[in-house]
T-cell receptor, first 118, second 114 residues
Framework: DADVTQTPRNRITKTGKRIMLECSQT?????MYWYRQDPGLGLQLIYY???????NKGEISDGYSVSRQAQAKFSLSLESAIPNQTALYFC?????????????????FGEGSRLTVL | AQTVTQSQPEMSVQEAETVTLSCTYD???????LFWYKQPPSRQMILVIR??????QNATENRFSVNFQKAAKSFSLKISDSQLGDAAMYFC???????????FGAGTRLTVKP
């Protein structure tokens, strides 16, 4: 089984609908992230969480919300989807970077959720 | 804010040849980490190589190596003996130490010609 699991893998919805993308992990990491990928723009950070009680906005949080239900679960919601939110969404986890201790804080990604808003 | 720039939207290489992908970044920090991720058509993000800024020695992972120039804020990826399976999008990424997020470049699409 994958260490970071995203559901659904693909979703088509209509403008104005509420959508939730879910992410669960078995890495035991405290840090979890949601990124959006658009062609030519790379990955942009939507929200991130460093523990269950810590939620932070990223570069492009408008129109999105998140919930950290447990250490292992971090969900992303689009309250009222619009067509320009059509994109590939990635959940990721990481450990804390520890200089000289072999931990560089690399991200471990899920397989992505492709969302299409019509 | 830290930014990561990949100036080559697309690159191509002949199978078995060597190719270098460019990345520059902007930061005022002295301690940080740099990464190259690969995204094949399967869309899975795969870590290729990483570099800790305090280490002067360039990181190497089999056919993949980096040229880390800290003063120039440059972090290029060299792929030797290119294989068809190397065809993918490659993303350069930057992360400060401590509790911070990771920032990505726009990516370079690498095509490998047989």
């Amino acid at each position: 089984d994958a260490d970071v699991t995203q559901t659904p893998r693909n979703r088509i919805t209509k403008t104005g609908k509420r959508i939730m993308l879910e992410c669960s992990q078995t890495k035991g990491h405290d840090r979890m992230y949601w990124y959006r990928q658009d062609p030519g723009l790379g990955l942009q950070l939507i929200y991130y969480s460093f523990d269950v009680k810590d939620i932070n906005k990223g570069e492009i949080s408008d129109g999105y919300s998140v919930s950290r239900q447990a250490q292992a679960k971090f969900s992303l919601s689009l309250e009222s989807a619009i067509p320009n939110q059509t994109a590939l969404y990635f959940c990721a986890t990481s450990d804390l970077p520890r200089p000289g201790q072999g931990s560089t804080g690399e991200l471990f990604f899920g397989e992505g959720s492709r969302l299409t808003v019509l | 804010a830290q930014t990561v720039t990949q100036s080559q939207p697309e690159m191509s290489v002949q199978e078995a040849e060597t190719v270098t992908l460019s990345c520059t970044y902007d930061t005022s920090e002295s301690d940080y980490y740099l990464f190259w991720y690969k995204q094949p058509p399967s869309r899975q993000m795969i870590l290729v190589i990483r570099q800790e800024a305090y280490k002067q020695q360039n990181a190497t992972e089999n056919r993949f190596s980096v040229n880390f120039q800290k003063a120039a804020k440059s972090f290029s990826l060299k792929i030797s003996d290119s294989q068809l399976g190397d065809a993918a999008m490659y993303f350069c990424a930057y992360r400060r130490t401590g509790n911070n997020d990771m920032r990505f470049g726009a990516g370079t699409r690498l095509t490998v010609k047989p």
